[in-house]
């Protein structure tokens, strides 16, 4: 079973910065991606970005030019730098990881952290 460990949550007033960290007890090198998600209170989980194992990333338009995902082979873990952060950026973010079959393009592992809150305050 692969772990996925994150860190760096907390609470920032609104138009500040934090750094989420995410590590893998694998080599990340091994997935076709790395996600981080979020689920603000009382909705549903929400894709923020993904970086595909070839190094491209994609994000959801409500974080362009605001977060950027990057990733470290070396510790196996993928960041995600979040600035200028507004209120509606509160949520618990979880950090995925997934295999596709190369073949078929279908799913073949699936692994999520445990969370962290991320609260901005007004």
């Known amino acids: 079973q692969v772990q996925m460990v994150e860190a760096g949550g907390g609470l920032v007033q609104a138009g500040g910065s934090l750094r989420l960290s995410c590590a893998a007890s694998r080599s990340i090198g091994s997935f076709s991606g790395m996600g981080w998600f979020r689920q603000p209170p009382g909705n549903q989980r929400e894709l923020v970005g993904i970086?595909?194992?070839?190094?491209?990333?994609d994000y959801a338009d409500s974080v362009k030019g605001r977060f950027t995902i990057s990733r470290d082979n070396a510790k196996d873990t993928v960041y995600l730098q979040m600035n200028s952060l507004k209120p509606e950026d509160t949520a618990v973010y979880y950090c995925?990881?997934?295999?596709?079959?190369?073949?078929?393009?279908?799913?073949?592992?699936?692994?999520w952290g445990q969370g962290t809150q991320v609260t901005v305050s007004s």
């Open positions: 995925n990881a997934y295999t596709r079959s190369p073949w078929s393009g279908t799913k073949t592992s699936d692994y």
């Open positions: 970086i595909f194992n070839a190094g491209s990333i």
